[in-house]
């Protein structure tokens, strides 16, 4: 799989393995900002490197919470 990803697209700048959630949940805007502050709070943390979720939010309620 490899060789034949660097012959298409040659040789990778960077790779790295990263976990993606099989199930997501959907989450109302309430439940949004809190997960939002949790992962600002994680990402201030300099011993934090990677903050993963399996939230998935709507465009509407995404929406809302850039308007507020």
């Known amino acids: 799989m490899?060789?034949?990803?660097?012959q298409k697209f040659g040789e990778p700048k960077t790779s790295k393995l990263v976990w993606v959630a099989i199930n997501f949940i959907e989450i109302n805007k309430e439940e949004a900002?809190?997960?939002f502050y949790i992962i600002d709070t994680l990402e201030e943390?300099?011993?934090?490197q990677n903050v993963?979720?399996?939230?998935?939010?709507?465009?509407?309620?995404?929406?809302?919470?850039?308007?507020?």
């Open 52 to 68: 993963y979720t399996n939230i998935n939010i709507s465009e509407k309620t995404l929406g809302e919470l850039t308007d507020d």
């Open 2 to 6: 490899r060789n034949s990803l660097e």
């Open 45 to 48: 943390n300099d011993d934090v």
């Open 33 to 35: 900002k809190k997960i």
